[in-house]
């Protein structure tokens, strides 16, 4: 008998590591082959979004440019009006321009519908601070050969601390930044997400929750979880080494009280959010030490 294929939806704010989240999540259901399709990928890589980034930091070098003279702010500071004009133009290449004849929204949804029509195995990256109850659209047609291959819909979560989640951003930024200039603009173009705004790890909080009290996985409210229930629900610390914590079928089989599982998930996913990985708790030792001898 046919094994059914997966649609795998990857999770989490942005620098939460949901690269590395695939890897782990490929190996924990044992899938050999799938298609990928990230909307990241396509504008990094757009030639209308690429342009755009360059004459950005062409304009805020005043001429030839080079890391230094971006000017970016240390200590995992934010340049806020550069994140916005880089987020603007993301957004604009993301819904006008990219692509050629369609944005790429329409180009992503095309591919993905060729990949279901098929039957492969689907995986797709979102924030996961809102639920893609898009994907479960009776108006899409896509829908209806979801049911009809019996696709199991995962989703996984990267849940990762703000400070880390600062730090990794900081740094993403700050070298795709410096390569994109070092390759003359070859490379892919650069994003600079401020996490500091939009309450992500908040909304993502809430989503999650919300997943677990529509029962999205077993009864489904259609109204909020969409005409198709999930298979599953994993939730991975990526604070150190991307660890599963909570697999929602293996470790909720015994408890029928929704109440008791809603608290005990707020509980873990605190506990992630205020963890400060060991590097950072190190650093903060050196400098009490400092302080105490002089």
Known sequence: MKTPPYIIILSGATGSGKTSLLFEVVEYLGIKSYDKHIIDDLIENDPYYKSKIKELLEKRCQGKCDIEKVNIPKKYNIDKNLSHQITD?????????????????????????????????????ITGMSYPKWLFNKDLDMTDTIIKNKYKVIIAYSLVSFCE?????????????????????????????????GNQLGRIKNTIISVIKKECINKNTVSWCGNYKLDNLL????????????????????????????????????????????????????????NLQS
């Open 89 to 125: 133009t993301y957004m604009e290449t993301r819904e006008k321009y990219c692509c050629k004849k369609q944005s790429c929204s329409q180009k992503l949804d095309n591919s993905i519908k060729k990949s279901i029509k098929k039957g492969k195995n689907v995986i797709l990256e």
């Open 165 to 197: 989640l600062i730090k990794r951003n900081y740094n993403r930024s700050y070298q795709d930044i410096k390569r994109f200039i070092e390759s003359n603009y070859k490379s892919k173009a650069p994003r600079m997400p401020n996490i500091r705004e």
């Open 235 to 290: 939730l991975f610390n990526n604070n150190y080494k991307m660890k599963l914590v909570y697999d929602y079928k293996n470790d909720n089989n015994d408890n029928n009280d929704k109440k008791q599982l809603v608290d005990n998930i707020i509980t873990l996913i605190n506990k992630i959010e205020k963890e400060i990985p060991k590097k950072i708790k190190k650093i903060k030792k050196t400098k009490k030490l400092i």
